[in-house]
């Protein structure tokens, strides 16, 4: 099993920028890759951004948040982040850090990240 847990989420004024941080733990020596998704109130779960491969590993972006986010691995560390830059009303969700291995996918509790004035 693999363990997950997300922190960094809170309350940020448009524009702003928040760094969201997953710590995985437990059976965590075979993960393909990481991803962030999001849900927000009445909406369907969303694939954010995800990492594949090692510290250098290639990336994929939803289209919404394509120069805005940026996701990364720190594989001696067993963390993954999601560095979130111009931050909009839209953006308001609850975020899942997921970790992949060759046959189960694992998700995170979730942060809630809410973007309001």
């Known amino acids: 099993q693999v363990q997950l847990v997300e922190s960094g989420g809170g309350l940020v004024q448009p524009g702003g920028s928040l760094r969201l941080s997953c710590a995985a733990s437990?059976?965590?020596?075979?993960?393909?890759?990481m991803s962030w998704y999001r849900q927000a109130p009445g909406k369907q779960r969303e694939l954010v951004a995800a990492?594949?491969?090692?510290?250098?590993?290639?990336?994929n972006y939803a289209d919404s948040v394509k120069g805005r986010f940026t996701i990364s691995r720190d594989n001696a560390n067993n963390r993954a982040y999601l560095q979130m830059n111009s931050l909009k009303p839209e953006d308001t969700a609850v975020y899942y850090c997921v970790a992949r291995r060759p046959s189960s996918t694992h998700w995170g509790q979730g942060t809630q990240v809410t973007v309001s004035s």
């Open positions: 437990g059976t965590i020596f075979n993960i393909i890759s």
């Open positions: 990492i594949s491969g090692g510290d250098g590993g290639s990336t």
